[in-house]
């Protein structure tokens, strides 16, 4: 069973700039929610995806934005970056929507200047 | 108030003690329970889910109170292995985070 993978590992952008970041969800997995991470806080919701679809949201501006593909990947997209979106970006995936239990993959930890 | 509130820690501790971890939520209608554990540095990973009957996974044990809102986390005869961050994780829907327990097992 392959389990949940994500890249970059590392990424420093510039205040402006446009970023995507990449999930690839666990085996059998048709969900893969989004989450960020600032230093000493709990993950914090983004968005979720089921079956291509975008099944909701958190309190996070338009600028981010996310697409699933057929085989369950996902991409998190953040333009207009700004310095406090530096922080560690999970990807977790799921057998489905609402209270099945969630794999996180490594994360990618941006770094904004 | 938080959605989801924890002792904020940090916990410092003996091998071989006991530590308890609380967890509070403020919506009634949440619907299952987590709690994960978070290396430094590392994605967290899921250590155990919590039925309302309590549930227990050799030296760790789960509790529910769906009255008080309220969840714990016990771990018995602590390991060096055991210091992490602990997370406790409700289901709203999404999943809504505590900001985490940092527990630290010494010799």
């Known amino acids: 069973e392959t389990g949940v993978t994500q890249s970059p590992t590392h990424l420093i952008k510039t205040r402006g700039q446009q970023v995507t970041l990449r999930c690839s969800s666990q085996?059998?997995?048709?969900?893969v929610s989004w989450y960020q991470q600032a230093l000493g806080q709990g993950p914090q919701f983004i968005f979720q995806y089921y079956r291509e679809e975008e099944n909701g949201r958190g309190n996070f501006p338009p600028r981010f934005s996310g697409l699933q593909f057929p085989n369950y990947s996902s991409e998190l997209n953040v333009n207009a970056l700004e310095l406090d979106d530096s922080a560690l970006y999970l990807c977790?995936?799921?057998?489905?929507?609402?209270?099945?239990?969630?794999?996180f993959g490594p994360g990618t930890r941006l770094t904004v200047t | 108030r938080k959605e989801v509130e924890q002792d904020p820690g940090p916990f410092n501790v003996p091998e071989g003690a006991t530590v308890a971890f609380n967890c509070t939520y403020s919506?009634?209608?949440?619907?299952?329970f987590f709690w994960y554990r978070q290396d430094c540095r590392k994605e967290p990973k899921l250590l155990m889910s919590?039925?309302?009957s309590g549930n227990e996974d050799g030296r760790f044990t789960a509790q529910l109170n769906r009255a008080s809102q309220y969840i714990s986390l016990l771990i018995r005869d602590s390991k060096l292995s055991d210091s992490a961050t602990y997370l406790c994780v409700v289901n709203m829907d999404d999943m809504r985070f505590g900001a985490g327990t940092r527990l630290t097992v010494k010799p």
């Open positions: 919590v039925y309302s």
């Open positions: 085996s059998g997995h048709n969900t």
């Open positions: 919506n009634s209608a949440s619907q299952s």
């Open positions: 977790a995936s799921s057998l489905g929507r609402g209270s099945y239990e969630q794999y």
